[in-house]
């Protein structure tokens, strides 16, 4: 089952938990002695960054796919690196970006630093709510040329209570013109969960040629004999300008459509353990800035997405920080496993 990091940086001890994270979590994801080192700087300074400017925060450190999906899934995997805080915020991105950039009397080439020697790096900050900075690093050379299907995804994963692993899973595939989004919720959580989420994601590498409910009826045969899991599926044709969606529970799905975010319903049900006997896939359009946000039932249900100009058009797993981050605090925990995943169009030539 994969395993999810997730480090409270409070107080500097929790450095060294940071480097024994990334260590870990960059020889799951196959990384060279090179890009291992990489990736414990980017740790080291965003952790750093927490307790100088912030007071503290959290890590999160996961496995993922590609921002830009690939066929079938593909073998290629990130160390993805997110930092998140409650702090006073920055008022200038762009300059904080910048090598010598400080407010903390430090030589300020942590963050330059960081954009340099990763994949991607993002950094998002709103004076007074706090801060997400996130990198991805890649077993390969720097900077590869992306895919050009048109769109990308990204998402972060919490573990509930600090466990070692999350019940929830997600991913994101590619099978020609179709690229698919998946969230599972294995019911409960804990190793169980766990070990159905990552069957509903091995299901679904198997099943990219498919429409989304389709694919759950593949997924529901698969995970027979698992706890069962609640799953949103999300496919975009990119020829066709067309987004289907299928899902079974409880994980909840939202699509931004002329300057508002709209719910799409699923099916009651539990995959492996329950379906109904017919599904249906559910069309809208897409294209545009249409923006698509899957999450588990650790955010309220209810909860609509941020809707901010910045965050809707920022690399996905950003805005699924910020969502993530902006649920809970130290006084409303999360009461599970919490997974927010998005899928976006990619930036345009020039943009």
Request: charged letters at 20%; aromatic letters at 4%; hydrophobic letters at 40%.
């Amino acid at each position: 089952m994969p395993r999810v990091w997730d480090v409270p940086v409070h107080d500097p001890t929790r450095l060294r938990d940071a480097r024994l994270a990334v260590a870990e979590a960059a020889d799951a994801a196959g990384l060279d002695e090179t890009r291992t080192a990489d990736a414990a700087l980017v740790a080291t300074e965003l952790a750093t960054n927490l307790l100088k400017h912030a007071d503290g925060g959290r890590l999160l450190l996961d496995v993922v796919p590609p921002p830009e999906p690939v066929e079938g899934g593909g073998p290629t995997r990130f160390v993805q690196i997110t930092a998140l805080d409650h702090g006073p915020g920055i008022a200038d991105v762009p300059a904080a970006l910048d090598d010598g950039f400080t407010t903390a009397r430090s030589l300020g080439a942590g963050l330059g630093t960081c954009r340099r020697v990763a994949d991607t790096f993002a950094l998002h900050s709103t004076p007074g709510r706090g801060t997400v900075a996130l990198a991805r690093i890649g077993p390969g050379a720097r900077g590869a040329a992306p895919s050009a299907c048109g769109v990308r995804a990204g998402g972060v994963n919490l573990p509930y209570g600090g466990a070692e692993h999350s019940g929830d899973a997600w991913t994101c595939v590619r099978s020609g013109d179709r690229v698919t989004l998946m969230l599972a919720d294995g019911l409960g959580h804990g190793p169980l969960a766990a070990h159905a989420s990552t069957a509903a994601v091995d299901a679904l590498r198997r099943s990219a040629h498919l429409s989304p409910a389709k694919a759950l009826g593949r997924l529901d045969a698969d995970l027979r004999g698992t706890r069962g899991a609640a799953v949103a599926v999300a496919q975009v044709d990119t020829v066709a300008g067309t987004l289907r969606f299928a899902g079974l529970g409880n994980a909840s799905a939202w699509l931004w459509e002329d300057g508002a975010w709209h719910c799409l319903l699923s099916h009651p049900g539990i995959v492996g353990v329950h379906r109904p006997k017919t599904l249906v896939d559910r069309q809208r359009r897409w294209g545009g800035d249409r923006v698509l946000l899957l999450h588990s039932d650790g955010l309220p249900g209810r909860r609509t997405p941020p809707s901010a100009p910045d965050l809707l058009s920022a690399d996905p797993a950003v805005m699924a920080a910020v969502t993530l981050r902006d649920s809970g605090s130290a006084a409303r925990p999360p009461r599970d496993d919490t997974t927010v995943a998005v899928l976006s169009p990619a930036p345009r030539e020039g943009r």
